[in-house]
């Protein structure tokens, strides 16, 4: 994407009149961007030819995200702000598909750092962070506890709990995430570890009014990096999605991923990470956004995941134009009753039952027509063993069908000699379950 020098011109004064106005040095940007600081300090100032030194394209937003360019009450900066500001993009349409770049860009780094960081630091450490931060500030107590749940006798860590409250017992009412967020280190370490908001009350704790925040870091259902080094033959990457999160979908997708060595990616986190929302639920739009861009280009060695309703003018959840690739596709199709509970849980986010349950059906009349989706369907379940107990049931019947169509190998067993070295207490009960249960991905 060739800029004019004039537009590097505009880039110039506003990186020369910020710096000034924070008070901040090229040195201070260069370390925050993660650049070179003799390149960054070449941006001020021209070449002995007369041209301009400048950044790329894709270190724009890291450099309006370190300055606070373009924020307002709602949002810490514009990730667009410079090149709207350079006139490089000129109109709606240009926008969004800039948008959409950054989006991806963010997630492939997103991607590179937890490879970087969970050999070292392990999957604990999103809520290690969280309890330093609040030991950090002295405004903050925090209970840390691992969730095990799972069908008897296979009992998956499938995430950690965190319960934070206030520590002056003078400041009262609901502790929202925004004040949590008023709090830079506390916001910081939340969001890197991926946190969500959760309504779950332990029955352990002191203190269970609505004065205490709770937060859930998934084990299961999280993004994580490829085992293999290259894809299976004929299976390049599987796409999951439902209409509603009550299906388990990011769950049955991550497990999926860990019995065939694929990694995985969630819109959900996507759109936590790009709108910076304690409630990733309100970024519909932006979960959708990334599902459109996993559709047309999906990602090799990987599974995602997304949930939500389906765009009119699709005919079925993975509509897309151009050839059909190598990419299998699973629509898990909510019960009446599953439906429901959906609508009645999550009110101010999910339609009403009639809403969905209508869309259920065109979803599942246009996939009549797409031959390249796994279409199953998914009852509700009274308590969380049974639902765990449904999850790897599906799983299975997906597994099994990759099997049967020659997609994965015979041996998988170095994939999962592997996801057991890193996930033992994880993924380690799902595998003994799939294998006691007859999964033809563990017959060797």
């Avoid at 604990?124 to 069908?151: D, F, Q, R, T, Y």
């Avoid at 596709?329 to 809403?355: C, G, H, M, N, T």
């Avoid at 989706?373 to 999850?391: K, N, P, Y």
Wanted: charged residues 25%.
């Amino acid at each position: 994407m060739p800029v004019r020098d004039d537009a590097w011109a505009i880039f110039k004064g506003i990186l020369d009149s910020r710096l000034a106005e924070l008070g901040l040095t090229a040195t201070w940007l260069a370390k925050t961007i993660g650049e070179d600081p003799a390149k960054v300090r070449s941006w001020r100032h021209s070449s002995r030819d007369g041209s301009l030194r400048h950044p790329t394209l894709a270190q724009l937003p890291a450099i309006a995200r370190a300055l606070r360019l373009g924020g307002d009450d709602d949002e810490e900066y514009d990730p667009l702000f410079l090149p709207r500001q350079m006139g490089i993009l000129p109109d709606a349409v240009s926008t969004e598909v800039f948008d959409a770049e950054f989006r991806l860009q963010k997630l492939k780094l997103k991607i590179m750092d937890a490879q970087a960081s969970a050999a070292e630091l392990g999957r604990h450490n999103g809520a290690l962070e969280i309890a330093k931060a609040a030991m950090s500030s002295g405004k903050w107590a925090v209970s840390i506890w691992p969730a095990l749940e799972g069908p008897r006798d296979h009992l998956m860590h499938v995430a950690d709990r965190v319960t934070i409250i206030r520590t002056n017992p003078t400041l009262r009412g609901e502790l929202r995430w925004q004040e949590l967020w008023a709090d830079p280190k506390m916001k910081f370490a939340i969001r890197s570890a991926e946190a969500v908001q959760s309504g779950r009350l332990e029955r352990f704790l002191p203190r269970q009014e609505h004065s205490a925040s709770h937060w859930s870091i998934s084990h299961i259902g999280s993004p994580s990096s490829p085992i293999v080094t290259k894809p299976h033959l004929g299976l390049a990457s599987v796409g999951f999605a439902s209409l509603t999160s009550l299906s388990g979908v990011n769950d049955v997708a991550s497990i999926v991923a860990k019995v065939i060595g694929y990694g995985l990616s969630t819109t959900r986190s996507l759109a936590a990470a790009t709108t910076g929302m304690g409630q990733p639920v309100h970024a519909l739009v932006h979960r959708q956004t990334a599902h459109s861009n996993f559709i047309s280009r999906p990602p090799k060695k990987r599974c995602w995941s997304h949930h939500g309703l389906v765009p009119k003018g699709w005919t079925h959840p993975f509509d897309f134009d151009g050839e059909e690739s190598d990419t299998a596709f699973v629509w898990l199709s909510e019960s009446d009753s599953l439906l429901k509970r959906a609508a009645d849980e999550q009110p101010d986010y999910i339609e009403s039952k009639e809403i969905l349950t209508a869309e259920r059906s065109r979803m599942i009349t246009g996939l009549r027509e797409f031959q390249s989706a796994l279409v199953l369907e998914v009852h509700d379940q009274s308590s969380t063993a049974a639902r765990w107990g449904r999850t790897l049931r599906l799983v299975k019947e997906i597994v099994d069908k990759f099997y049967e169509q020659k997609l994965i190998p015979d041996n998988l067993s170095e994939i999962h000699s592997s996801v057991r070295s890193r996930d033992e207490a994880t993924f380690g009960p799902a595998f003994d379950w799939l294998r006691k249960n007859g999964c033809k991905a563990f017959e060797y």
